[in-house]
């Protein structure tokens, strides 16, 4: 009893002040990241000039990122782990120099890869996941979060054209990015269409999935983790516009057929990575429903064009056709990374193609049976952060109208900067025209005429991209028939004075570089 008193007595003296402590830190941080995303507004006003604001640094410094090589940075960093507290000033320390040699995202400049910036409620969202710090993997522990993702989903299944009359079971499910929702469609359309492989595995079949010569690689991926084989992952030849050719998916399906094999799972594209193509649903469709196979539509880069109905009619004409979808708000919209859904027609075949009885952590099953409220029985892993969360306060801040309005000025902005380099003199664009997604693809060429040596094509615009990160741009390339080319993604934030400046940035490094 004495032992109790003392324990007593100890807490009584001590209370908890966990909050004054997060005030304190939070109040401190706030002092280092409000500069750091009002620098990026700053800078906007100079990126006409084909230069961001010069920052003094330990090298060729703007606000978009002073940039070293890894192993100057990690010096630069001073990473080593302390034996001792370091308490706030130890904190902030460290997390001035990750501020100080980041990427600003939050720069115009930064055009690099399929997302950028995140915005105000974006940053909201996040502190309050991390305030809240659950599980989002069965109702017990995350019962809002459960409703919310539950809600959210639902609403972007409707969106795609799963409506309540036609698919009453329709919905989804929160994923860790489009790669690991193309995956998860992966195993479900196996175990839907050959329910024995989900105990037995792939047994004597020798499963072929098809996928766009344009397509990601997360198909590849997911064929080596679950013991397909990369190899019998076919690609599906394209068009000049870079769409899957619905007489050649079906040319392979049946060859594969006539091998031995058993083709099962189709991935089409909404947005593929490079030229932004968007495949022929309708007519997929078609020979998806002859042969008994499962349609998978990536929509991780493209489909958040569903907001927008007159983007939605043009490039999504069918998508409602589809088995499953995967869909990426955080690459398009500026909901924080990470976000990303796989929708389907039928969410009871999720549950049962990924479902496993586990009475340690599923408790609802009974209670609920039709409602699948433990969602992490719907996915390959346990550990779930409620990531919808972030979507469903960005809907409720801004509305469904503002996404429509930001895919329709992102695509005006595209339409702009493609523009700009055919007026130039010294620019040759690649890809379809218009332009299916939001990014941009050319090569420089002085007086517009393009050399015949592939590789070094390839050098000039490896070179001109790497000189124009110390100017504040960063833009992407990607491999072409004629060597490498500019991929420069834009969104509906992106201002048109940036993309004149970069133009005329490119003209200077290229002038600069001897080219």
Same mark, same amino acid.
């Given at each position: 009893?004495?032992?109790?008193?003392?324990?007593?007595?100890?807490?009584?003296?001590?209370?908890?002040?966990?909050?004054?402590?997060?005030?304190?830190?939070?109040? &401190? %941080?706030?002092?280092? %990241?409000?500069?750091?995303?009002?620098?990026?507004? =700053?800078? &906007?006003?100079?990126?006409?000039?084909?230069?961001?604001?010069?920052?003094?640094? *330990?090298?060729?410094? +703007?606000?978009?990122?002073?940039?070293?090589?890894?192993?100057?940075?990690?010096?630069?960093?001073?990473? =080593?782990?302390?034996?001792?507290?370091?308490?706030?000033?130890?904190? /902030?320390?460290?997390?001035?120099?990750?501020?100080?040699?980041?990427?600003?995202?939050?720069?115009?400049?930064?055009?690099?890869?399929?997302?950028?910036? +995140?915005?105000?409620?974006?940053?909201?969202?996040?502190?309050?996941?991390?305030? /809240?710090?659950?599980?989002?993997?069965?109702?017990?522990?995350?019962?809002? /979060?459960?409703?919310? =993702?539950?809600?959210?989903? +639902?609403?972007?299944?409707?969106?795609?054209?799963?409506?309540?009359?036609?698919?009453?079971?329709?919905?989804?499910?929160?994923?860790?990015?489009?790669?690991?929702?193309?995956?998860?469609?992966?195993?479900?359309?196996?175990?839907?269409?050959?329910?024995?492989?989900?105990?037995?595995?792939?047994?004597?079949?020798?499963?072929?999935?098809?996928?766009?010569?344009?397509?990601?690689?997360?198909?590849?991926?997911?064929?080596?983790?679950?013991? %397909?084989?990369?190899?019998?992952?076919?690609?599906?030849?394209?068009?000049?516009?870079?769409?899957?050719?619905?007489?050649?998916?079906?040319?392979?399906?049946?060859?594969?057929?006539?091998?031995?094999?058993?083709?099962?799972?189709?991935?089409?594209?909404?947005?593929?990575?490079?030229?932004?193509?968007?495949?022929?649903?309708?007519?997929?469709?078609?020979?998806?429903?002859?042969?008994?196979?499962?349609?998978? %539509?990536?929509?991780?880069?493209?489909?958040?064009?569903?907001?927008?109905?007159?983007?939605?009619? +043009?490039?999504?004409?069918?998508?409602?056709?589809?088995?499953?979808?995967?869909?990426?708000?955080?690459?398009?919209?500026?909901?924080?990374?990470?976000?990303?859904?796989?929708?389907? &027609?039928?969410? $009871?075949?999720?549950?049962?193609?990924?479902?496993?009885?586990?009475?340690?952590?599923?408790?609802? &099953?009974?209670?609920?049976?039709?409602?699948?409220?433990?969602?992490?029985?719907?996915?390959?892993?346990? *550990?779930? $952060?409620?990531?919808?969360?972030?979507?469903?306060?960005?809907?409720?801040?801004?509305?469904?109208?503002?996404?429509?309005?930001?895919?329709?000025?992102?695509?005006?902005?595209?339409?702009?900067? /493609?523009?700009?380099?055919?007026?130039?003199?010294?620019?040759?664009?690649?890809?379809?025209?218009?332009?299916?997604?939001?990014?941009?693809?050319?090569?420089?060429?002085?007086?517009?005429?393009?050399?015949?040596?592939?590789?070094?094509?390839?050098?000039?615009?490896?070179?001109?991209?790497?000189?124009?990160?110390?100017?504040?741009?960063?833009?992407?390339?990607?491999?072409? =028939?004629? *060597? $490498?080319?500019?991929?420069?993604?834009?969104?509906?934030?992106?201002? $048109?004075?940036?993309?004149?400046?970069?133009?005329?940035?490119?003209?200077?490094?290229?002038?600069?570089? *001897?080219?």
């Amino acid at each position: 009893m004495a032992g109790n008193s003392t324990v007593d007595a100890n807490s009584a003296r001590a209370p908890l002040n966990r909050s004054d402590e997060v005030k304190e830190l939070l109040d &401190a %941080i706030q002092d280092l %990241i409000n500069p750091f995303i009002r620098s990026a507004d =700053e800078d &906007a006003q100079t990126k006409h000039t084909g230069h961001g604001l010069a920052v003094p640094g *330990g090298g060729p410094r +703007t606000t978009l990122v002073e940039h070293h090589p890894p192993q100057k940075l990690e010096q630069l960093l001073r990473l =080593e782990v302390p034996q001792t507290r370091g308490g706030k000033e130890g904190l /902030l320390e460290i997390v001035e120099r990750v501020l100080k040699y980041s990427v600003n995202t939050w720069d115009l400049g930064f055009m690099d890869k399929l997302y950028g910036a +995140t915005n105000a409620v974006g940053v909201a969202s996040e502190l309050l996941l991390a305030v /809240l710090n659950t599980n989002a993997h069965v109702y017990q522990v995350s019962p809002a /979060l459960t409703l919310i =993702e539950k809600h959210t989903t +639902t609403y972007l299944a409707h969106l795609f054209g799963f409506t309540p009359a036609t698919h009453p079971h329709a919905g989804g499910i929160s994923q860790p990015g489009g790669s690991a929702a193309n995956s998860s469609a992966f195993v479900i359309a196996r175990n839907t269409l050959f329910p024995s492989t989900k105990t037995d595995g792939n047994g004597a079949h020798v499963f072929t999935i098809f996928t766009s010569a344009h397509g990601h690689y997360s198909l590849e991926k997911a064929a080596q983790m679950f013991g %397909i084989g990369s190899k019998h992952v076919v690609s599906v030849p394209v068009d000049a516009a870079g769409q899957m050719l619905p007489a050649e998916l079906e040319r392979l399906v049946v060859e594969s057929k006539n091998k031995g094999g058993t083709p099962f799972f189709v991935n089409a594209t909404a947005g593929t990575t490079v030229l932004g193509s968007f495949d022929p649903f309708v007519p997929l469709s078609t020979i998806c429903k002859l042969h008994n196979l499962w349609l998978h %539509i990536d929509g991780s880069w493209g489909g958040s064009v569903v907001f927008n109905s007159q983007y939605r009619r +043009t490039r999504l004409a069918g998508v409602e056709l589809a088995d499953s979808i995967a869909v990426t708000p955080h690459k398009m919209l500026g909901v924080p990374m990470t976000c990303s859904f796989l929708l389907g &027609a039928d969410l $009871r075949q999720f549950h049962a193609a990924l479902t496993l009885p586990a009475g340690y952590l599923f408790h609802n &099953a009974a209670a609920y049976p039709a409602d699948m409220y433990d969602l992490a029985d719907l996915t390959p892993q346990c *550990g779930r $952060r409620a990531d919808s969360l972030k979507m469903f306060l960005a809907l409720q801040y801004y509305g469904a109208q503002h996404f429509s309005e930001l895919v329709g000025r992102a695509y005006d902005n595209a339409e702009y900067l /493609l523009a700009l380099v055919k007026q130039h003199g010294d620019f040759v664009a690649v890809g379809p025209e218009p332009l299916p997604c939001l990014q941009v693809c050319f090569y420089f060429a002085r007086g517009g005429r393009l050399g015949d040596d592939v590789e070094e094509n390839g050098q000039v615009t490896a070179a001109i991209a790497a000189r124009l990160i110390s100017r504040g741009f960063m833009v992407d390339y990607s491999p072409g =028939e004629k *060597g $490498r080319f500019f991929r420069v993604v834009v969104n509906g934030g992106t201002g $048109r004075s940036t993309l004149e400046g970069l133009v005329k940035g490119i003209a200077e490094v290229a002038a600069q570089l *001897g080219y």
